[in-house]
């Protein structure tokens, strides 16, 4: 975690965050869908990239949302990601846990898939909402 965030950090120097955060979103997937191989090795390899991917990924968007904040609400803005954060991991958890009871392993790589096409969308939407403000004539 510690050696994703600093690198993905550093990325953002260079490159748009929402681009960062697809980095990060395509490691999740490709770790999440590696641990399907039967090997333990390739499973060691597979919770590697996704956990290297969801570090880099949490640290771009909390600071991509103190970026984004008004310079008088970046304290409110940094309090709504970690609500959003937290309640979702608190919700979307024991929901995991019901899929793979059901429908085990890959399916539960098949609802994580899922989970992360949604936040990967989410990335472009606020990214283009961002850019199309930036764009308005200030009043």
């Not at 949490?58 to 991509?64: E, I, K, L, R």
């Amino acid at each position: 975690g510690t050696l994703s965030s600093a690198w993905m950090g550093k990325l953002t120097d260079r490159m748009p965050h929402s681009k960062v955060i697809a980095i990060a979103i395509a490691l999740m997937l490709t770790g999440a869908c590696v641990t399907i191989s039967m090997p333990l090795l390739l499973k060691i390899i597979g919770v590697s990239l996704f956990t290297f991917g969801f570090f880099g990924a949490h640290s771009v968007a909390s600071g991509w949302v103190g970026k984004l904040a008004a310079p008088d609400q970046k304290a409110q803005a940094s309090s709504i990601y970690l609500l959003f954060y937290y309640a979702g991991s608190s919700m979307m958890s024991p929901i995991g846990g019901l899929v793979w009871s059901r429908f085990g392993w890959s399916g539960l790589v098949g609802y994580t898939g899922l989970l992360l096409l949604i936040a990967g969308t989410l990335s472009v939407v606020v990214s283009r909402s961002h850019r199309a403000a930036a764009r308005q004539p200030k009043a």
